[in-house]
């Protein structure tokens, strides 16, 4: 049982470029969430899931986009890397239920340089 | 939705309790959560509180809520230089809201 696995741990990109951030999860978990974390600061989320093929926006959609077209993965776009969405992304995942635990990947370290 | 706000700083000495506070908006969140997230890891959920409680308490964590003033706190007991991390509070119903996040520092 891996949980959540985020891949890569860590990536350099320069203004422009493109990049899929990975997210996989295998508890069958319903929720899937993408946050960043700037320096000192907490998390903001960037979109969320609630199942297969059913995304929507968080708090600071703009420059990212994703899709799930499974339950398992919930990959994380960037378009046209620009030097503010340099940051640490978490994927996360969670039951539909209360208590809700959220399980976080060990994070991507994104530098857009 | 919710909103969730902490304190960003807390340092306290090896051995002494550490409090470390957070407030949020709705009080429609069934459960308040405290996460820990050690350095260049991820968030782990330490202890949570049903909503219709006051206090709960798990070995050296005691959580505590007060409804009225929607004030949630996470007391340490015996601080230790392993629990330097950052803890997030944490609310809402299903789509969990994080707080901004307080850095404990643990002095030897």
């Known amino acids: 049982n891996a949980g959540v696995t985020q891949t890569p741990k860590f990536r350099i990109l320069k203004i422009g470029q493109s990049m899929t951030l990975q997210c996989a999860q295998d508890?069958?978990?319903?929720?899937m969430y993408w946050y960043r974390q700037d320096p000192g600061m907490g998390l903001k989320l960037i979109y969320y899931?609630?199942?297969?093929?059913?995304?929507d926006k968080g708090e600071v959609p703009n420059g990212y986009n994703v899709s799930r077209s499974t339950t398992e993965d919930f990959p994380l776009r960037l378009e046209l890397a620009a030097p503010s969405q340099t940051s640490v992304y978490f994927c996360?995942?969670?039951?539909?239920?209360?208590?809700?635990?959220?399980?976080f990947g060990q994070g991507t370290r994104l530098t857009v340089v | 939705g919710e909103d969730v706000e902490q304190s960003l700083f807390l340092s306290v000495r090896e051995g002494d309790s550490s409090v470390i506070n957070c407030t949020y908006t709705d009080s429609s969140s069934t459960y308040l959560y405290w996460y820990k997230q050690e350095p260049g890891a991820g968030l782990q959920l330490l202890t949570y509180?049903?909503?219709?409680?006051d206090m709960k308490q798990d070995q050296r964590l005691t959580v505590l809520l007060n409804k009225k003033d929607k004030h949630l706190s996470l007391r340490i007991a015996d601080t230790q230089t392993g629990d330097s991390a950052i803890y997030f509070c944490a609310g809402g119903y299903q789509k969990v809201t994080f707080g901004t996040g307080t850095k404990l520092q643990v002095i030897p």
């Open positions: 509180i049903f909503s219709n409680m």
């Open positions: 899931s609630v199942g297969a093929g059913i995304t």
């Open positions: 508890m069958n978990h319903n929720y």
């Open positions: 996360a995942s969670s039951y539909v239920r209360d208590p809700t635990e959220a399980f």
